[in-house]
């Protein structure tokens, strides 16, 4: 069974601050650490969000602000697109000769789409 690692989180904020500061490349650290560069990556964004006791650079917590936003359009995007395939659905399936398919003659559908 392999052997689950935890690092601290000053030992995560040592090796990021270590990569930003330019000292070393993601390489060397990887190699000095043991750790795979996917991981001094993941550490490097959650050090810009604020993760690991520390302030978040403004211009991540900008980024990550953008890209919830940028979900959030989407997903309204795919609603909206939704909402108007169901309308022009229940368009095309009113009655075509003009009148409603009661037989109660109540309410009666013109060319124009009003009710008589």
């Known amino acids: 069974m392999k052997y689950l690692r935890k690092f601290s989180f000053e030992f995560k904020r040592q090796v990021v601050e270590e990569l930003l500061g330019g000292e070393t490349s993601a390489a060397q650290l990887c190699r000095r650490h043991n750790i795979s ?15 690991f ?36 659905n229940s368009v095309s399936q009113r009655p075509s000769n003009g009148k409603s398919s009661g037989s109660t003659g109540v309410s009666v559908y013109t060319s124009a789409g009003g009710v008589n």
């Open 53 to 88: 006791n520390n302030e978040p650079i403004a211009e991540a917590a900008l980024k990550d602000r953008i890209e919830k936003l940028e979900r959030l359009v989407g997903k309204l995007t795919l609603e909206n697109e939704l909402l108007k395939r169901g309308l022009q």
């Open 37 to 51: 560069s996917s991981l001094l990556y993941h550490w490097k964004k959650q050090y810009s969000l604020g993760k």
